[in-house]
């Protein structure tokens, strides 16, 4: 799957194989995936598989947005959207995520100052301190 996904645009996020032979692969792009893109990587799978494609179930899809990133691409995709990050205390922490490196990220948040004011404050983060991220869906 690696070598079929290199060089494109596509980035895998996870793939899982459950004990009833069903094999989820969540894959992506900077700009989202389409249906298509989801069918050609199927396509793939059933032509490496062979004959033994038959005995699997095999389901590609995008990640969901209520899923936390697996990757650090979803990082960089998401960049400049509100996240929710838990660190690995369990502190929650919402904000607009932002400079993205291979190390961690940057999290620009409003707290409250004396009164009712908010100012706002940039926390950083080791990806090795963080427990989830999650882009912040508001209905």
Same mark, same amino acid.
């Given at each position: 799957?690696?070598?079929?996904?290199?060089?494109?645009?596509?980035f /895998?996020?996870?793939?899982? /194989?459950s004990?009833?032979?069903?094999?989820?692969? /969540?894959? *992506?792009?900077m700009e989202g995936i389409t249906i298509d893109e989801c069918v050609e990587i199927?396509?793939?799978l059933e032509k490496v598989l062979g004959q033994?494609?038959?005995d699997y179930e095999i389901q590609v899809s995008s990640p969901g947005l209520d899923m936390p990133f697996?990757?650090?691409e979803q990082y960089?995709?998401?960049?400049?959207?509100?996240?929710?990050?838990? *660190?690995?205390e369990g502190q929650k922490y919402n904000g607009v995520l932002k400079n993205v490196t291979k190390g961690g990220f940057e999290l620009e948040t409003e707290? @409250?100052?004396?009164? @009712? @004011?908010?100012?706002k404050k940039d926390l950083s983060f080791n990806f090795d301190q963080v427990k989830s991220t999650k882009v912040h869906i508001k209905i």
């Amino acid at each position: 799957m690696r070598e079929f996904i290199k060089g494109t645009r596509y980035f /895998l996020v996870g793939v899982r /194989l459950s004990s009833t032979g069903k094999i989820t692969v /969540l894959a *992506d792009t900077m700009e989202g995936i389409t249906i298509d893109e989801c069918v050609e990587i199927h396509r793939h799978l059933e032509k490496v598989l062979g004959q033994e494609a038959g005995d699997y179930e095999i389901q590609v899809s995008s990640p969901g947005l209520d899923m936390p990133f697996g990757v650090i691409e979803q990082y960089f995709k998401n960049e400049g959207k509100t996240v929710v990050v838990t *660190d690995n205390e369990g502190q929650k922490y919402n904000g607009v995520l932002k400079n993205v490196t291979k190390g961690g990220f940057e999290l620009e948040t409003e707290v @409250k100052t004396s009164g @009712k @004011k908010k100012e706002k404050k940039d926390l950083s983060f080791n990806f090795d301190q963080v427990k989830s991220t999650k882009v912040h869906i508001k209905i």
